[in-house]
């Protein structure tokens, strides 16, 4: 009912016919604004749930809140996403589990004025835009840069993704590849791609292995968030935490312990909280009736010029960790 | 002397481990290195402590694929229990309160299978879902990582017997190695030289045989099971303290490299034949079959067939040797006349 008031007051409102009597006893809108995570009571969606928090304090006017299941399963995420249809709600910033489960619940939501926006899903159908933290390209490329400079620009690397299979690992590793050698001549990648299957044991036990095979290595580039651990601890057992530099993806919660012996240089990541601010304050925009366009600048460290690629908005929120800034991070 | 070496497995094994171990160092030299031997044996400890549960339960006539749960399980709530008490004390806690879940864990198991008489595997099926269910539901699914750990779990993890510099850095014997020689010593005494060994082996063989020659078979289950469990609460918690980490994900889904690692050694899925050598030397040739790909240069996409044709030849070249032994033995009892 209240979306259809919305609606009705934001078309009259383009159209500059209507009568200023309309519906004179609400003024002022409340939206209300759901942000259905994959999963509740994980350190990350924790993270995401004070950025949402965060949205909902900074708006008088909004009523923003976090849901999700409490087992990473997609049905019971589509059924998150039911209840709250149901309930009535003006937007969903929705990161699915497994986005083809929820096109068809999304397409009923967008179908009854819902607006919808998806996280960490570019390839969404059923959405009005999406909003990624980074362009996977451009943060491998990033990650070779920060590697490249504490190898001095020379030496050999590895490297390591948690899977063949893993679609984001693999653009990161290839754009960071093709970046020293387009770049970094001096450098060399020894070795294949290093597969981890996202287990901090595997990069451990690899790791041994690799420093073995390769006495010269001066670098390791990794991908899950478990590659810089394992390979981090094997790195501090052969005592080359001076000789190796190791960046990745990685969460200072994991990875903080190796940080500050030295064993893991630079870990790299979103953070998820202003990932759920963006993602939300994007809704509003659509629902304040504008349309969001590339070079959309929201008042956000990392999502200040958005690029704009079909309905994906991606930003430049990567947040480098080390040891000088290990502390501010507790997640 | 030769023709009795040829009939032994573990003969056979330990050439086809020479014979692996050469061609990887003559491609690698680097093969021979100390820092890889201590790394390959550091891999080999934790799968050792594992494989002597499932030898003695393969000997048995059993089999048993819930020992990664009942590993898990044990180490899982024991660094729950330590980090929610604060536990500052030393190493030998974890490892005694682990080893005693992984008891109790495993009697459970003994009991199931002892007193209700039901088929090894599907128990053991049962309760590896069972025990790891368990464990997520009620001691929790969180992974503690290392800032979290007790100190001596985070202490362990670096520690080292021999440390020696090489050129690829620092690199030292783990101590846990000298549990696996322990307890592979004591397996290896029981299984030959005491009567229990020997009523694991008459089970194994023939179960009927076995209780009317006066075996009690409930009570060797229960000694069977539990002890499995036991190792598996301390190979457990060794998996946690070197990878300092507490991933409740993590170790099961190795059941099946370890069992094969002991079939690959001589243990009969059918029961009443292995040895600890033959098993030992199975997990080692896994263990380099698995961890030498980047030594040889192998592409990742092709590590995975090649490991498993790696089980595949260590298995076969045995089978065959056996085979061609029995052949024989046939062919010598036809040609003695039968008398009586």
Redesign the interface.
């Known amino acids: 009912m209240k979306r259809i008031l919305v609606a009705v007051l934001l078309l009259g409102l383009l159209l500059s016919a209507c009568s200023p009597a309309a519906p004179a006893e609400k003024p002022v809108e409340e939206y209300v604004m759901a942000t259905v995570v994959k999963l509740t009571g994980v350190g990350w969606f924790d993270r995401m749930e004070e950025g949402v928090a965060d949205f909902d304090a900074a708006y008088d006017y909004v009523e923003a809140f976090q849901q999700g299941p409490s087992q990473a399963d997609a049905a019971l995420q589509v059924q998150v996403l039911e209840d709250l249809l149901a309930q009535g709600v003006d937007s969903l910033c929705v990161i699915p589990f497994q986005p083809e489960a929820v096109e068809p619940v999304l397409q009923r939501a967008r179908e009854e004025g819902v607006v919808v926006i998806s996280h960490e899903a570019s390839n969404q159908q059923n959405i009005d835009f999406d909003i990624e933290a980074f362009d996977n390209a451009a943060y491998g490329r990033h990650l070779m840069d920060h590697l490249a400079e504490m190898m001095g620009e020379e030496g050999e690397y590895v490297v390591f993704v948690g899977s ?1 299979t893993s679609t984001t690992h693999n653009e990161w590793i290839d754009a960071a590849i093709a970046h020293q050698l387009e770049n970094y001549p001096n450098m060399m990648m020894v ?5 981890s299957y996202d ?3 595997t990069a ?3 790791g ?6 390769f ?1 010269d290595l001066k670098g390791m580039q990794g991908s899950s968030a478990n590659d810089v ?2 390979f981090g ?1 094997a ?1 501090e ?4 935490q001076d ?1 190796i530099a190791v960046v990745g993806t990685s969460l200072a ?2 990875s ?3 940080v500050e012996t030295g064993a893991v240089d630079l870990i790299s990541f979103w953070d998820p909280a202003m990932a759920g601010y963006a993602c939300n304050e994007i809704a509003l925009l659509v629902l304040q009736g504008e349309t969001p366009a590339d070079g959309l600048s929201l008042d956000l460290p990392g999502y200040e010029s958005l690029t704009l690629i079909g309905k994906v908005f991606y930003g430049q929120a990567w947040v480098d960790v080390t040891l000088d800034n290990l502390a501010d991070w507790d997640f | 002397m030769f023709r009795q070496l040829f009939r032994k497995h573990e003969f056979f094994i330990a050439i086809i481990l020479i014979v692996i171990s050469l061609t990887i160092g003559l491609i ?1 030299p ?1 093969f021979f ?1 100390l ?2 031997v201590f ?1 390959l044996l550091r ?1 080999a400890t934790i799968m050792g402590i594992f494989s002597m549960g499932v030898l003695i339960v393969l000997i048995s006539g059993g089999i048993d694929v819930s020992f990664t749960g009942i590993a898990i399980f044990s180490m899982y709530t024991t660094v729950s229990i330590l980090v929610a008490r604060d536990f500052q004390g030393s190493i030998f806690l974890p490892f005694i309160i682990s080893g005693l879940l992984g008891l109790i864990l495993g009697l459970i198991n003994g009991v199931i299978i002892g007193v209700f008489k039901l088929p090894t595997l599907i128990v053991t099926l049962g309760t590896l879902s069972l025990y790891r269910g368990a464990m997520l539901f009620f001691v929790g699914s969180n ?1 503690y ?3 979290e750990l007790p100190v001596a779990i985070k202490e362990f ?2 520690a080292s017997v021999f440390t020696v510099e090489t ?5 030292g014997l783990h101590p846990t190695f000298f549990i696996l020689a322990f307890l592979g010593f004591i397996v290896w005494y029981v299984l030959k030289y005491t009567m229990l060994g020997r009523s694991f082996y008459a089970m194994g063989g023939d179960r009927e045989s076995a209780e009317r020659a006066g075996f009690n078979i409930l009570r060797t289950q229960l000694i069977i099971y539990g002890f499995a469990g036991l190792l598996s609460g301390i190979g457990g918690m060794i ?1 946690g303290a070197l ?3 507490a ?1 409740p994900f ?1 170790i099961v889904g190795t059941e099946l490299d370890i069992i094969a690692a002991a079939v690959l050694g001589g243990a009969s899925i059918a029961g009443g034949r292995g040895s600890v050598i033959g098993t030992l030397l199975g997990v080692v040739l896994i263990t380099i079959a698995k ?2 790909l ?2 040889l ?1 192998i ?3 092709w ?1 995975r067939v090649i490991v498993g044709f790696f089980i595949l030849l260590g298995t076969a070249i045995p089978m065959v040797q056996s085979l061609v032994v029995q052949r024989r033995l046939a062919m010598q009892r036809d040609e003695i006349p039968v008398t009586s």
């Open positions: 063949l070795g294949d791609k290093n597969e287990d901090a044991q451990y036990e690899r041994r292995e690799l420093l073995v095979a006495p651990v394992g601890q790195v057992e052969a005592g080359l000789e919660s994991m903080g312990a190796l | 690698n680097r290195s820092a890889n790394s891999r992974y990582n290392q800032a993890a670096r050129s690829s850095g620092k690199t998996v990878f300092r980490q991933n993590s961890n030498s980047v030594l240069g592409p990742s996409e590590q």
